[in-house]
């Protein structure tokens, strides 16, 4: 075996049966020991130094194998090679065949010499138990088994043929037979070692594969058996849970080692218990999936696959990040950006999740807040400020808001409450929050004065429907704003019913300006003396077929929420271009341009459409635009009015002296009229100071070359005090006339005619 297993054989099956022949030590000294014994019995029996010399032989062979052992045990297994191993071999078998030919000759000895039947009877039960005990000890070396048996075996059968006993030539005979038996014997050991070691081998590399593929996973994976105890658990498990060392958790029960582990990864005491319960759920098979929190920093999901033999592997990775970024996208998608407050979809279901913790009587309040003129500071100061201003007031009404009350940031300028105190004041609440919203707010270096028009409603918490909360509230800010800026209003049934005839005078609103059932009335302009009508302004009318006349502050305020105020004024437009054809050629009409109108293009184009169909001089047509209508995008607006002053008519500023930096449109927009605004004639005959301010805006506004007209003028002291400091260059106003039909129109001009024929007269006389 030693020449050629290096090349039979793999070094590693080589080492194993190599290491088999050293292996078994207690039995080797036994074995020395009593087969020392023996041959002395014999020889104290027999009184031969033929056995005292073989028994000192053998003793000396055996310290000499006991020394072997001992080398061997100091050799680096790790750096043995094919040579080394069979150098070992030989050293083994000089020992173990020396002692077989010594128990060998001691037999042949006992047989040939018949000194007595017990030297026969001991030296041939000794070779016999020793020829199967080579088997036994050293299977590993089909050398060793072959020379062995035949060194102990071969001494009886010689010594048997020089006797010529025949029983003992038979003897002999049948004694070859079992050391052939007891080759086979070894051989077959020695396979099936040979197998076990490739085995154990091809084993020991899958678990070597596996333990490497298991403790690189990027998951923590920990298996259970029935009884909760940890069989198998991986780096990253440990490394997740901070249970230290692997190797030290195996047959560990897993509650026990989770309350040492939890303890380090989380800071709340309350913890562990709860992340015990969820893996119990796990592995009890009630969930299959679970999501638990340790901390903020640390995030597992599990999920469990059940064995057939009742135990659990438990899956699991670290989802921190896919927790937090799923965080931040629902609070995203729930708070609104600018102001960090609940969004409104948000807030109605924090609406309904705090109802369904209050009694079903309880008294609760939704409070609307909207800010007034919000989109003046955007227009003027720009967008960025606003949200600014935005922000400003969100963090005051936090404040106000404090822990009890529900606050979110609606669209635009408009922000939402929820009040549902213990003490049941919930009126009071409301109010006193509405009054503590206004005030003064500083943004970006400029004071800004807020007051808010507020609508609430007043509702038990069992009847907190989205729906019905929402409509009840937008109705009682609808009312507030017609009350005027800074009110609050609260929700009252007949509120319902103007919303619901304010919808219906929306249908039929639609019906008549997409059928043109509107009508036409004009208001005259006289030169100051009254002696010539030279313009007339068209005023939009409405006959409900109901209703009777509905007011044009109504109607046109419902048009603009519809969005078909644009409509009307391209019919006023169209009527008015078509009446006043009729009229003297001296006689201009006027058409009021909205603020949607200034929004586009398409203006240019209906009034294109209008003179061409009716055939009226562009010269005779004047648009009037008012200051409110400007604020926005100014550079577009001028773009726009220039667009049409191209056409050749007039353009004319309305209600000038209550918009915002009024002074600066005359120079930078087209504008041939200034039609100054009533509240600057109402008292100008009683309020000296008025009279020097009217006087000044018409000063400057003759300076520019600009057309005067003066609105408003309804007493004959007004018109008297504007004749004598020539304020006008018309007078528009109930003391010439009201608004009349266009068929009035012609009679009114002739009688300024035959005023002034009268007049002409009078001077001559």
């Known amino acids: 075996m030693a020449t050629r297993a290096p090349g039979a054989v793999t070094t590693e099956v080589y080492l194993s049966l190599v290491r088999s022949l050293f292996g078994n030590r207690r039995t080797l000294f036994v074995s020395l020991g009593l087969q020392t014994g023996c041959l002395l019995l014999v020889w104290w029996q027999s009184g031969l130094p033929v056995y005292l010399c073989l028994a000192a032989a053998f003793m000396i062979v055996g310290l000499y194998r006991t020394a072997t052992l001992a080398w061997f045990d100091r050799a680096d297994c790790s750096l043995l090679t094919p040579a080394t191993l069979a150098r070992w071999e030989r050293w083994y078998l000089s020992g173990a065949i020396s002692s077989t030919c010594i128990l060998g000759l001691a037999a042949g000895y006992a047989v040939a010499t018949s000194h007595g039947s017990f030297a026969e009877l001991v030296c041939i039960s000794v070779a016999m138990v020793t020829v199967v005990s080579v088997v036994g000890r050293n299977y590993g070396s089909r050398k060793a088994v072959i020379l062995q048996s035949l060194s102990l075996s071969l001494p009886i059968v010689i010594a048997s043929l020089v006797v010529g006993d025949p029983a003992m030539i038979i003897l002999s005979l049948l004694l070859m037979g079992l050391v052939l038996a007891t080759l086979r014997m070894a051989a077959g050991i020695r396979d099936v070692l040979s197998r076990n070691v490739h085995a154990s081998r091809a084993v020991s590399l899958i678990a070597d594969s596996f333990d490497t593929a298991l403790n690189n996973m990027t998951h923590g994976l920990l298996m259970l058996d029935r009884y909760n105890r940890i069989q198998v658990i991986n780096r990253k498990a440990c490394e997740l849970l901070q249970l230290g060392e692997h190797y030290r958790l195996k047959n560990c029960d897993l509650d026990v080692v989770l309350k040492f582990g939890v303890r380090h990864a989380i800071a709340d005491g309350s913890m562990p218990d709860l992340i015990q319960k969820q893996l119990r759920q796990l592995v009890g098979g009630s969930v299959a999936r679970a999501v638990l929190h340790f901390s903020e920093d640390l995030v597992l999901e599990f999920s469990a696959s059940h064995q057939a033999g009742g135990g659990v592997v438990l899956i699991f990775e670290d989802v921190t990040g896919r927790i937090h970024s799923e965080r931040k996208i629902l609070h995203m998608v729930r708070y609104d950006s600018l102001t960090g407050l609940p969004n409104r979809s948000y807030f109605a279901d924090l609406v309904k999740e705090r109802a369904g913790v209050l009694p079903p009587e309880a008294e609760t309040g939704i409070l609307l807040l909207d800010i007034n003129d919000f989109k003046h500071v955007n227009d003027m100061k720009g967008h960025a400020t606003g949200d600014r201003l935005l922000a400003a007031v969100a963090d005051r009404l936090s404040t106000l808001a404090g ?205 294109e459409a209008a003179l061409a169909d009716s055939g009226l001089s562009p010269s005779r047509l004047h648009l009037e635009v008012t200051e409110s209508s400007l604020i926005e995008e100014l550079s577009t607006v001028s773009l726009l009015l220039g667009d049409l002053r191209a056409l050749g008519v007039s353009i004319a500023i309305d209600d000038f002296g209550t918009g915002f930096s009024s002074l600066s449109y005359l120079d930078r927009l087209p504008v041939d009229i200034v039609k100054i605004d009533r509240s600057f004639v109402r008292d100008i005959t009683t309020d000296a100071r008025r009279f020097k301010l009217l006087r000044g805006i018409v000063t400057l506004s003759r300076q520019l070359d600009l057309e005067i007209v003066l609105e408003g003028v309804e007493t004959e002291a007004q018109l008297e005090r504007i004749r004598e400091y020539r304020c006008a260059d018309l007078i528009q106003g109930y003391v010439f006339s009201t608004p009349v039909s266009t068929d009035r129109i012609s009679v009114l001009s002739d009688r300024a005619q035959a005023l002034r024929s009268r007049s002409g007269q009078s001077k001559v006389a």
């Open 403 to 607: 822990n009890d009350v529900l606050l979110a940031h609606l669209l635009g300028d408009r922000f939402v409450f929820l009040f549902a105190p213990r003490d049941g004041r919930v009126d009071e609440a409301m109010r006193d929050v509405h009054a503590k919203a206004a005030g003064s707010y500083d943004v970006d270096g400029t004071t800004f004065r807020i007051t808010m028009n507020a609508g609430g409603v007043i509702l038990p918490a069992g009847q907190l429907c989205v729906e019905d909360w929402q409509i009840k509230a937008d109705l009682a800010l609808y009312d507030s704003k017609s009350r005027g800026k800074g009110t609050l209003a609260l929700f009252a049934e007949e509120m319902d019913a103007r919303y619901l005839e304010r919808q219906r005078l929306k249908v039929d609103l639609r019906d008549a300006v997409e059928n043109w059932r509107l009508s036409a009335l004009y208001q005259p302009m006289y030169v100051p003396d009254g002696s010539q009508l030279s313009c007339c302004e068209a005023l939009a009318r409405w006959t409900h077929p109901e209703k009777g006349p509905i007011a044009p502050n109504i109607f046109i305020e419902i048009a603009e929420e519809m969005g078909i105020v644009s409509d009307i004024t391209r019919f006023m437009i169209d009527r008015a271009c078509r009446d006043c054809v009729d009229w003297p050629e001296h006689i201009s009409v006027s058409v009021n341009l909205s603020e949607h109108d200034l929004r586009n293009c398409d203006i240019v184009r209906t009034v």
